[in-house]
């Protein structure tokens, strides 16, 4: 059958069978997270550096961080316990692309080791352009990337500096060249059609409004999805920089958003913003099951 709001047949075929697409997949394939990429390449107001980037993780999490052998040894091992393991990402803590040696060591061994597992990863974009054709090599067949903004105006209220060629840069100036870097990213995947899906995190009275502009840019440039994604907000979470006392938006504030971009990029709802080391099904977490000192004592 077709996908979720007409999506095209011949991306509903690859997509079909992914727990993150498909409503239906999510009750039978599993996906799990690898945290191997600790560092970031840029500044996010709504981070707090000591959880998990959430581009594509919950915010409030701390993962496992892994070496690319560990991380290696510990797919192998989910996948023998859990067969329907069938989507392995890279989400973090960081982003995977600010540490583009372990991200690539980890599927490069994985290609090897492993082919029928698919490859995903998720970063903020701004290394993007720059390593799409290592990304080309190793089969990975899907690619998140977070676009909050396509405004630097926008964008210098969300991200306060970045860190680009060797150096510090603030304000607009940042905005813009992220801004650029998503872009030209997402057009080189869509030209070599590599799937690729966006996120954006909804920042009432930052970026609501603006998210429709965001959809429109990303879904002319080929984006097969749009996941736009609460601002989670708790004390416990860090504060959001830019703005004291910033809240998230309410589930109708969401859900406005969300109907606003109806047929634009096809939306996906039931993201759950897994941590970085999450396991199993959609539904569950197993990342406890396969802790490092646990999937030692299973060999
Ligand atoms: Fe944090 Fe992720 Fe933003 Fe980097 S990209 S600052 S890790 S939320
Ligand atoms: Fe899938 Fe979203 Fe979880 Fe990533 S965070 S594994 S896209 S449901």
């Not at 990402?89 to 029928?116: H, M, N, V």
């Not at 059609?193 to 920042?203: A, E, P, Q, R």
């Amino acid at each position: 059958s077709g996908g979720p709001d007409d999506m095209p047949q011949e991306i509903w075929d690859k997509v079909k069978n992914h727990p993150c697409y498909s409503e239906e997949a999510h009750h039978h394939y599993a996906r799990m997270h690898v945290a191997v990429a600790p560092a970031c390449n840029i500044q996010c107001n709504y981070c707090n550096r000591k959880y998990d980037c959430s581009n594509e993780s919950r915010p409030g999490v701390v993962s496992q961080k892994l070496t690319p052998d560990q991380a290696v040894k510990k797919v192998l091992a989910v996948a023998s316990e859990i067969p329907q393991m069938t989507v392995l990402g890279i989400a973090g803590p960081g982003d995977s692309l600010a540490s583009p040696a372990k991200t690539f060591e980890t599927f490069r061994q994985l290609a090897e080791k492993a082919p029928d597992i698919k490859l995903c990863l998720s970063t903020n974009g701004l290394a993007l352009p720059k390593y799409v054709d290592e990304i080309c090599k190793y089969n990975i067949d899907h690619v998140t990337i977070t676009i909050n903004m396509v405004d630097p105006e926008v964008g210098a209220k969300i991200y306060p500096w970045i860190f680009w060629e060797h150096k510090r840069v603030t304000g607009i100036e940042a905005a813009r060249i992220l801004h650029e870097q998503q872009m030209l990213g997402l057009e080189m995947l869509t030209a070599r059609g590599v799937l690729t899906k966006i996120n954006s995190v909804l920042i009432p009275g930052v970026n609501d409004e603006h998210l429709i502009e965001v959809n429109r840019a990303v879904k002319a440039r080929g984006a097969f999805l749009h996941n736009i994604m609460p601002l989670i907000s708790a004390p416990e979470h860090g504060t959001y920089f830019g703005l004291n006392g910033q809240r998230g938006p309410t589930a109708q504030e969401l859900k406005a958003v969300q109907d606003a971009c109806a047929g634009g990029a096809n939306l996906m709802r039931h993201c759950r913003q897994c941590r970085a080391d999450a396991v199993g099904l959609l539904g569950e977490d197993r990342s406890e099951e396969f802790t490092l000192d646990k999937i030692e004592e299973m060999e």
